[in-house]
């Protein structure tokens, strides 16, 4: 077939006559093709105006749905309860989340699983912060000692250690993101992440941000800094002062 080709469509209904069952059959011009990738779609589907429709099917023709299409597609559900408020439940509304919740939830639990193994690799990472600061510590001994001897308390060079600490994680935070980001754009411009569509239904994967995501991690760099860098900021800080310029 190609476009403007002439076909008969036949109807799984008819009418019985004196020489048996007799199928409607309708005479129809190919206006156009459509393909998703879904072999399920594109192998049965036909797309017809009502008009032809009606006259196909007759008394058997019926609408099962009707569809709307989204500008926004993340806003489905919520366009959802607005349309079950208006209807007050006289009609039955699936969301395209709704009728994908099995894939939904296979990709939630993969996300767990890649979010626990991202957290242990970033608390690894954070063990730099550690050692880092415990090599400072040796480093600025003298520079320390003297702080100590001029009045500075021992929470004054507790702050000051937490304070390297949270700055390394604050600039390690404002890099890692900004390459995200960065790279996001990219990925999505050019599609760079590519999946067989006949499976997934797409032919590649874009890259979502969220804001909840970006303050979530903005946490957590603050909470992992803050302890990493709490053991080395707590020895330097109860070293008394004689003891640390004992042998300068």
Do not use: H
Not at 91 to 115: P, Q, T
């Amino acid at each position: 077939l190609k476009e403007g080709s002439e076909v008969q469509l036949v109807a799984p209904f008819g009418e019985e006559t004196p020489l048996g069952f007799v199928p409607r059959v309708e005479r129809v011009k190919v206006s156009g093709f459509f393909y998703t990738g879904t072999f399920e779609q594109d192998y049965s589907v036909v797309y017809l105006k009502r008009e032809l429709a009606k006259k196909l099917f007759k008394d058997s023709f019926y609408i099962l749905g009707v569809e709307a299409y989204l500008k926004e597609p993340y806003s489905a559900q919520r366009v959802k309860e607005r349309l079950l408020k208006k209807l007050r439940g006289k009609a039955l509304i699936n969301s395209w989340i709704d009728l994908n919740s099995s894939l939904f939830n296979a990709l939630e639990l993969e996300r767990l699983g890649l979010f626990t193994v991202l957290f242990l690799m970033v608390v690894i990472a954070s063990f730099n912060i550690t050692s880092l600061l415990f090599m400072k510590a040796k480093e600025k001994v003298k520079e320390v000692a003297v702080l100590r001897v001029f009045g500075l308390e021992e929470r004054g060079v507790l702050t000051i250690f937490l304070f390297m600490g949270l700055t390394l994680g604050l600039v390690g935070f404002t890099l890692g993101s900004t390459l995200a980001l960065i790279l996001s754009f990219f990925i999505n411009e050019y599609k760079l992440i590519r999946v067989p569509r006949e499976v997934y239904m797409m032919s590649y994967i874009p890259c979502y941000v969220q804001v909840r995501d970006f303050l979530l991690t903005f946490l957590g760099t603050i909470i992992l800094s803050l302890i990493s860098s709490y053991l080395p900021a707590r020895n330097i800080s109860r070293e008394k002062p004689a003891t640390l310029l004992r042998n300068e």
